[in-house]
Each structure stands twice: as C-alpha cells, then as structure tokens.
C-alpha cells in the first residue's frame, strides 16, 4: 500500500518519530527507493543464460572440491574444468558490468567497480556456464589447484554479492543471504581469477600430490556456482523491473 503525505502530515512530532511507513524516515526512504528504481529501468535487462537453479534469494554454501583418489575413468578432465571455470570469469565479468550500469543510474556503491577481470568482454548476457562433466582417466585435474581457483571464484561472488545487495536495498529490493563462504569485501577493485587448476594429477592416492576430482562432484560443486550466478542476476534485474518503478509515496 502505497504511503500518502498530506501537506500538514508532519505537523505533530508523533508523526515525525512514526516507525511504520507513515513515519518521516520510513517515507521519505520509500520515495528514494521509488526514484532510484524509475531510474535503473532504464538499464537493459542482464539476459541470464546461467543455467543456474530459480533464484530465491540466498547464495547457498559453496562447497570445496572432495580431493579423491581415481576409480575406473572417473575423474573430470583438467582441460574441461578450467573451460568452465572460464564461463565462470564470464559471467562475473557481465555481473560486474551490470553493476556498474546501475550504479550510473543509481549512485549508491561508493564508486564505480575496477574491472580486473580476464574473459570475454561484457555485452548483456551470461553464457550458459559449464556444469556437467564426464569422467576420464588422463590428463586429469588436481584437486588442489582446483580448489584454489574456486577459492578465488567465490571470493569475488561474495565481493559482486556485496555491490549488488548496495544496489538493492537503494533500490528498495530485499538483499541476498550470503551463504557462499567467500570473503565479503568492500573493495572496488575485482581481482581477476586464474583458471589454471596446475600440472594435471596422477590420481595414485588422495595426497595433495596426487589428488583428483571426481566428475560427479565438480558437477555437483559447479552447478552451485551457476546458482551463485542467477541469484546475482536475479537481483540485479529486480532493481531495474518495470513493476519496480511503481510509486510508494504519494501526494494528498
């Protein structure tokens, strides 16, 4: 329900010092929210080809890579690891970018957001984001150096996590619960990710040498970083949605 000001709605402090909508506070930050929304609508929508599961307002636990040691041509290919860990680099690259297009419109970050990021160069949409993999048994990828890559992926998930919830509670726009497990920086500067997981594993045993991932679980673990994805670029679109750009507070 919309808030209605009358020209003498102020009058009493007891108005003043209203905790609800009606209260000063309350409105006059409503009426912000509504400003900074009609503005963001004008930013293109970010197309969100993810494939990550709906969105519901959480970054769920992301959960490190299970150091194993190889079965019968189990285990993810080094090669094909770090091709998806590249999607992922993409698609951050596109969140950043969209950031950045709503803070233009909607000044609430403390500045714009340095892109360091390596990968293909934003144009509005994230590619879809490698999360099935078949197992082999050569040229396959260490489970150490996966997991340092994926250290470093969650970190700036939980870095972009932070820029985006900035952009949505200006926006009026209930902001995520971050579960990821990253580093929760306020730094405008987004560090780019290596994908390189190292020299490939040999699998002998589950020694850090030696150490592989199974296919099953970087399936399991990378299909949890698509979620991270569409949870982002989910609200990042509900900060720039036409239906957003409704009025809360009105004249009377």
């Known amino acids: 329900m919309p808030v209605r000001i009358y020209a003498n709605h102020f009058s009493a402090a007891s108005q003043v010092y209203r905790v609800d909508q009606n209260g000063l506070t309350p409105a006059m930050r409503g009426l912000a929210q509504s400003v ?27 959960a490190a890579f299970t150091p194993a040691a190889l079965g019968t041509d189990d285990a993810v290919q080094k090669a094909a690891l770090e091709a998806g860990f590249a999607t992922i680099v993409d698609a951050l690259k596109e969140i950043l970018t969209q950031c ?8 609430a970050l ?3 957001l340095v892109d360091n990021l390596s990968g293909t160069a934003a144009d509005g949409t994230i590619g879809v984001i490698s999360t099935s993999y078949s197992g082999v048994g050569a040229s396959m990828a260490s489970a150490v150096g996966a997991n340092a890559v994926l250290t470093d ?6 870095q972009l996590g932070y820029a985006v919830d ?3 509670v200006a926006c009026g726009v209930p902001p995520l619960v971050d579960n990821s497990g990253g580093l929760d920086s306020t730094s405008l500067v987004v560090a780019d990710v ?3 997981t190292g020299a490939p594993a040999s699998g002998a045993d589950t020694g850090a040498a030696n150490a592989i991932v199974k296919a099953a679980n970087a399936t399991a673990v990378m299909g949890s970083v698509a979620d991270a994805i569409k949870e982002l670029a989910t609200k990042l679109n509900a900060c720039r949605s036409a239906t957003g750009g409704t009025a809360l507070v009105l004249a009377a």
């Open 110 to 112: 403390a500045g714009v």
């Open 153 to 158: 992926l969650r970190n700036r998930i939980a």
């Open 166 to 168: 900035t952009l949505s």
């Open 100 to 107: 950045n297009q709503l803070h233009a419109k909607v000044p």
């Open 194 to 196: 290596a994908v390189s």
């Open 36 to 62: 900074a929304r009609i503005a963001a609508s004008a930013v293109p929508e970010l197309v969100d080809n993810s494939g990550g599961a709906a969105a519901d307002g959480t970054l769920d636990a992301i």
